[in-house]
């Protein structure tokens, strides 16, 4: 996938991000994506009314530009095609798309991640990279959205821990949130401060414990001063 920086760096809920992610896997073989809604419904685990929402977020942006085909004589639409608006992605690592004319489209069924590979036997199994991806991406859904900060960075610290830290990191939030209260720190923090292990959450457990429920004072009164 190719996320530029100004779209980690935008206010697209993490899902959208990630179906933009998608639109730039499919678009990659022939220059723009024609996968239908229900695809993106299934690899993102949202509802078609949600994936509409995304797809309009990303083009009120100006980051994506759709365009139907509609069959011979009729308003009935044969195809959507999805296209990179490379007049707003200027990140470097974005793959240059020029303004030649799109292939010819055949009958073959929408492209999908899987398909765009060079034999149809290959089978794509995720990397550990992809896992934490999606790890970070439902930890940013999860997070207070006023302490999420840069993305970008964040997902880079994430995929530094190992998997066994990038889970806990998911498993522990609730409790760590019900610690912190309001003083929730920025999730890069939460990530490189370790948090979310069981030795910062019992710590922080014990002084919360013992700040609520204070020792009771000894009054001297109940002593007997004649010796």
Known sequence: ??????VWDSDLNAKAILCYG??????????FCYANNNYFEKVLDVSTTTVGRYLN??????????SMIYR?????????????NTG???????????????????????NTTSNNNTSNNIIDVPSEDDIKGKMFFKLVDMY?????????HGLKKFKQLDIHKAKL????????????????KSLQNYITEDC?????????????????????????KDFDTNY
């Open 1 to 6: 996938m190719v996320i530029p920086a100004n």
């Open 22 to 31: 998608h639109i730039t896997v499919l678009a990659n073989k022939g220059g």
């Open 57 to 66: 977020e990303l083009e009120d942006l100006g980051l994506i530009k759709r």
């Open 72 to 84: 011979e004589g009729t308003k009935e639409i044969e195809q959507r095609r999805i296209y990179l």
């Open 88 to 110: 707003i992605i200027t990140d470097e690592y974005t793959p240059i798309i020029t303004d030649e004319q799109t292939p010819i489209i055949t009958d073959e069924q929408d």
């Open 144 to 152: 207070p959205k006023n302490r999420i900060g840069n993305r970008q």
């Open 169 to 184: 990191a998911l498993v522990n939030l609730n409790r760590y949130l019900a610690v912190a209260e309001g003083y929730v």
């Open 196 to 220: 979310y292990t069981e030795d910062w959450l019992a710590g922080e457990e014990k002084l919360k414990k013992n700040k609520n429920n204070p020792v009771k004072g000894i009054d001297t």
